[in-house]
Each structure stands twice: as structure tokens, then as C-alpha cells.
């Protein structure tokens, strides 16, 4: 539960394009930016989830709409760029109108807001990971020819979820907004990163799973559904 909701107002900006909307999300973003003090630590923070966070993931956005623009929707549409339909972006651009939404009303939440938030996003990092291990140990439950190879994989991704469970509870009488934008993804466990890394994976499968981490980073930090009922409001 999040015991500290309370209203903002869902940005009005649902019937622009998506282009229209990732432009003005980020003019917002360098807006609050430009408005941090750098001698307080709580905007310092702010400072720091703003560019390494909030920013990366619109400057990704631009370049993925950029290579619709001038892939296939320039070839089926004369005005590709005002014909991308705006649900390929919505839940991407929704979920960086929460991150900015959340460092610029950070002032009217206590620690036991983002302490809840916190906590919600190591259980679903922590069920995540049993669920891979889970799901991989059922795939490989009948390959009797590569035991050894599973065995490994299997050891590997123990470990990850030891880390996963060994993750500290939030401090709900201290937690803050940079608590809540850590990055969680079971391809940064380092034995799992040296794992994907070794022979045992061709290029071309590392490949693959580097496509699968970069798709999982974009969709980090996770927020409870409860947070985007804020933008209902």
C-alpha cells in the first residue's frame, strides 16, 4: 500500500503526437534541471536521477522515433511522423512523465512513501529472478544431453537470487527519492554478466541477451501501479 497518495493532475498533453509529447517532456525535464540548487543536497539528488535517469531514457526515446520516422513508417506514410500511432510510445512516455512527475512534487512525500515504493520494487526484482530460475530449471528439465551446461546456468542464476534476497529493506524513517531510481536487472549480476560474457555463449546469443537487458533496462526503475494512479488523478 501507499499511504502518502495524494492528487497532481494527469499532464494534458494526450492528444499531441508522440514527438510533440517526448519535446515537451523533455523541456520539462531541462526546466526543473535549470531550477536545482546545487548546494542542496535534496536537489543535488534530484540533479543526479534527472541526468542519469530521466534524460538517457528521452534521449532514447527521440532516437527510437527518429529510426521510425525514417524507416518504415516514411515508407507507408507521406507524414510518417504525424502518423506514428502514439500507443508504440505510450508506456514508455507515461512512465518517464512519472519519474519527472515524482522529483518535481518529491517535497510533498515522506520517507514512508518512497520506503513503500522501495520495498515494492526489491520484492518484484526479487520475484523476477525466482521466476527465471524457475522457468529455466522446467525448460531444461528434459535435456539430459546438456546437464552440465544447465547445471551451470542453474548455479548462476542461484546465486543471482541469493543477491536478490540478501537486498536491505528500505529505512522507512530515512528513505528519499533517490531511493526509489536504483537499477535493478538480474543481467548486471556480476556472475551472471561473467556468465553471458564466457565461450559458453556464441556472439550471436550474447547478442541476444543483450537485446533482452537493454528492453529490461528501459522499462527501469519499476513503479506500483499505485504510482500511476497519480497521474489519473
Same mark, same amino acid.
Given at each position: 500500500?501507499?499511504?502518502?497518495? !495524494?492528487?497532481?493532475?494527469? @499532464? ?5 503526437? @508522440? ?33 542519469? !535517469?530521466?534524460?538517457?531514457?528521452? &534521449? ?14 516514411? /515508407? ?25 512527475? *515524482? ?38 528439465? &528434459?535435456? &539430459? ?18 543477491? =536478490? ?9 530515512? /528513505? ?36 533482452? =537487458?537493454?528492453?529490461? *533496462? ?10 500511476? /494512479?497519480?497521474?489519473? /488523478?
Amino acid at each position: 500500500m501507499l499511504p502518502y497518495l !495524494c492528487s497532481w493532475g494527469r @499532464p494534458a498533453v494526450l492528444s499531441q503526437s @508522440p514527438a510533440d509529447r517526448i519535446s515537451a517532456v523533455e523541456d520539462e525535464a531541462v526546466l526543473v534541471l535549470s531550477s536545482l540548487s546545487k548546494d542542496r543536497p535534496d536537489d543535488i539528488n534530484s540533479c543526479v536521477v534527472i541526468r542519469s !535517469c530521466i534524460l538517457p531514457r528521452i &534521449s532514447r526515446l527521440v532516437t527510437d522515433l527518429d529510426m521510425d520516422r525514417n524507416a518504415q513508417f516514411r /515508407a507507408q506514410f507521406p507524414n510518417g511522423a504525424d502518423r506514428i500511432p502514439g500507443e508504440k510510445y505510450e508506456r514508455r512516455i507515461r512512465h518517464i512523465e512519472l519519474m519527472l512527475q *515524482l522529483v518535481k512534487n518529491r517535497e510533498s512525500f515522506g520517507p514512508g512513501f518512497w520506503a513503500s515504493i522501495a520495498k515494492w520494487q526489491v520484492q518484484t526484482y526479487q520475484r523476477y529472478c525466482t521466476k527465471l530460475l524457475e522457468d529455466y530449471i522446467n525448460s531444461t528439465r &528434459s535435456m &539430459s544431453e546438456s546437464r552440465d551446461e544447465a547445471k551451470v546456468f542453474i548455479g548462476t542464476l542461484e546465486k543471482a537470487l541469493q543477491r =536478490a534476497y540478501a537486498l536491505p529493506e528500505p529505512d522507512e524513517g530515512k /528513505a528519499q527519492l533517490s531511493d526509489v531510481f536504483f537499477i535493478r536487472s538480474i543481467y548486471n549480476d556480476p556472475d551472471v554478466r561473467a556468465l553471458v560474457a564466457s565461450e559458453r555463449f556464441t556472439p550471436e546469443k550474447r547478442l541476444e541477451v543483450q537485446r533482452v =537487458a537493454e528492453e529490461l *533496462l528501459r522499462q527501469q526503475p519499476m513503479f506500483p501501479p499505485k504510482c500511476y /494512479a497519480l497521474q489519473e /488523478a
